[in-house]
Structure formats: C-alpha cells, structure tokens
C-alpha cells in the first residue's frame, strides 16, 4: 500500500477528514473529531498508528513483528504498523478496525448520524 492509498482509504470512511494538528508531516486522520489513524505519509519504511482492542493488540504484536507497541501513543490502545510489511487487505482492515472502535465510542447520537449504532 502506497502512502497515497492510506490517505484515500482513510478518507473514504464517513465523516472522515485529514488535519495536521502536530505540523505538516505528520497527518492525523479523525471521525468527528476523534483520532483513528497518525501517519507521517513521506517517512520511509510508512507506518501509521491505529487504534486496537488492548487483547487483540496484543495477539497482533506477537504474530507480526511488523506491528509493535504505539510510538508516543497509549500503548494498551494503539498499535503502530509498519505498511509495507503486511498485505494491503490487513492494513485495510486493520484501519477499519481503529475507524469503528473510535466510532463505538461517539455518543450515541453521533454514532446514528453515521449510520453505526
């Protein structure tokens, strides 16, 4: 996956929008406000940091070293992954996943406006 195609998969979720809040090299991807993915998209090898279940990061550290602890994140919730290391579709979903657990915190009515109860 190129550093184009995770900003253009980022953006397709609803709701979602590219800010630059920590400087023009580091792009924040948000749901109504809400961080789901961090990425400094000219950085080589790309990574980008995404939200995760506190078990299933765990699981997801110990089967792919391409993912580790987040970097300056809460490392319990937020996993960094290496993108060229793993396969485009796991990336994908692995982004999705960040987008809904940061979706499932919204309040309710929110999580209705985005049509995810």
């Known amino acids: 996956m190129t550093p ?44 980008v940091n995404l939200k995760c279940d506190p078990d299933e990061a765990v699981r997801l550290r110990e089967e792919h070293p391409a ?3 987040g970097w300056h994140m809460n490392k319990r919730h937020w996993n960094t992954v290496t993108v060229e290391d793993l396969p485009a579709p796991m990336v994908r979903e692995l982004v999705e996943d960040s987008y809904d657990l940061v979706v499932a915190g919204l309040p309710k009515a929110q999580r209705l406006r985005l049509d995810r109860p």
């Open 4 to 47: 184009q195609e995770l900003r253009a998969f980022c953006l397709e979720f609803e709701a979602s929008t590219e800010e630059f809040p920590f400087g023009p090299e580091a792009s924040v991807f948000k749901v109504l406000g809400k961080m789901f993915a961090l990425s400094a998209l000219d950085a080589r090898p790309l990574t």
């Open 67 to 69: 993912i580790v602890p």
